[in-house]
Each structure stands twice: as structure tokens, then as C-alpha cells.
């Protein structure tokens, strides 16, 4: 079965400083891979979604990047963080092309201070 | 434009009572239709989806939704609310096509009172 990792969980960083944060997928091959983020803990914003290695798209503009090193690897980066950053970070997958379900990770609460 | 829409933010139940978290939708052509779970620090937790097919889905928990084609919802229901049912929960929307094409509603919180 598929299991979505994401990490770290809780995440406190002083403003400016640079982030990281990570999710890897097991057992799939190729998935669509997605970040979202949770403001006020209630409507999500699709950030970013990846169809393959090196492939990155951006939804909305702002002070985050993503990067896909690996087939099942998704990394969400900043390098200088900014207090609107602060909020909950979602990791989600989908079956390829044809998939239209999606699948979440745990989640990485950030606060940004 | 796709767009679906969680008319209540807040639904309190009495524990053992049937449960109805509501969910309107709008998208010109076939609608797949989505609810998620999500408990307090965690991520969202998929529950059931409709396509095509039967009206009424049974998903994960007990739970089961109604798609109405003529009145665009696709309500969430359950017979006996548990008090671990509370949580918040999540419609969502894509008319056919990829999954980053889903539009999330705004949330419904359910407390099941004991």
C-alpha cells in the first residue's frame, strides 16, 4: 500500500531565516505530487504540484519555491522566511495522469517569528 | 470555473443522532465530488468520492453521501454520529480531469455532542 511521509512536524524559525521541508511517497511509481497550505485551519491553497522529476508548477506567486529531486520526493524550500509564511504545510500524491483523488500527508505546522 | 460551497461552518450533533454535513457545487459538465476528514493537527483524511454510478456512496467510518445532479449536492451522512466523528470536514470539486484541478470548500467543523 501507498504511504505518504512528511517532515519535520512542528517547525519554529526566526524571520529570514532559509526552510525545508520534505515528503516522500512509498509504494507507487511517478505520482503527481502536491503542496498545500492551511491558513487559519480551514481553507486550503494548492502551492505547488509536480508531475515528474524536475517538473514544477507554481499556483501562486510568493516566497516559497518546490523542487522535485526524485520520482517520489517533493521538497518545499524558502531562503528567507517571512512571517505570512507561518501556517500548516500539507504534502499530498495522486495516481499519475489518471488520478483524480488525492492523497494527504500528516502535515508541518511552521511558525515563522 | 469550478467552485463548491459549505453553507454551514459550524454543525453540532447529538451523539447517537443521524448526522448531515451539506455541500453545494458548481461545475459546468460531470462533477467528481470529494469529502475529506481532517482531526485537529493532522492532515486530510479521504473518505468517499463519487464519479459516476450509484447516487449514493458508502465510504470509510460509516459515512455515505447522496450526489443530487438536479439539486448540485453532494451532502455527507451518517446514521449514529460517534463523538469521534467530530472533526473538520472537507468537500471538494474537479470536473473530470487532474486532481490539481480541486477546489476545496471552506469547511464544516462537527462536534457530536455525548
Known amino acids: 500500500s501507498q504511504t505518504i511521509h512528511q517532515w519535520p512536524a512542528t517547525l519554529v524559525q526566526p524571520v529570514g531565516s532559509p526552510l525545508s521541508l520534505e515528503c516522500t511517497v512509498e509504494g507507487t511509481s511517478n505520482p503527481n505530487l502536491y503542496w498545500y497550505r492551511q491558513a487559519a485551519g480551514r481553507g486550503l491553497q494548492l502551492l505547488f504540484y509536480s508531475v515528474g522529476i524536475g517538473q514544477i508548477s507554481s499556483e501562486v506567486p510568493q516566497n516559497l519555491s518546490a523542487s522535485r529531486p526524485q520520482d517520489r520526493q517533493f521538497i518545499l524550500s524558502s531562503k528567507k522566511l517571512l512571517l505570512s509564511d507561518s501556517g500548516f504545510y500539507l504534502c499530498a500524491w495522486s495516481v499519475g495522469a489518471t488520478g483524480n483523488t488525492i492523497y494527504f500527508g500528516e502535515g508541518s505546522w511552521l511558525t515563522v517569528v | 470555473a469550478q467552485s463548491v460551497a459549505q453553507p454551514e461552518d459550524q454543525v453540532n450533533v447529538a451523539e447517537g443522532n443521524p448526522l448531515t454535513v451539506k455541500c453545494t457545487y458548481s461545475?459546468?459538465?460531470?462533477?467528481?465530488l470529494f469529502w475529506y476528514v481532517q482531526y485537529p493537527n493532522r492532515g486530510l483524511q479521504f473518505l468517499l468520492k463519487?464519479?459516476?454510478?450509484?447516487?449514493l456512496v458508502k465510504g470509510s467510518y460509516g459515512f455515505e453521501a447522496e450526489f443530487n445532479k438536479g439539486q448540485t449536492s453532494f451532502h455527507l451522512k451518517k446514521p449514529s454520529a460517534l463523538v469521534s466523528d467530530s472533526a473538520l470536514y472537507f468537500c471538494a470539486v474537479i470536473r473530470g480531469g487532474s486532481a490539481r484541478q480541486l477546489t476545496f470548500g471552506s469547511g464544516t467543523q462537527l462536534t457530536v455532542l455525548p
Open positions: 461545475v459546468s459538465g460531470n462533477p467528481y
Open positions: 463519487y464519479i459516476t454510478g450509484d447516487n
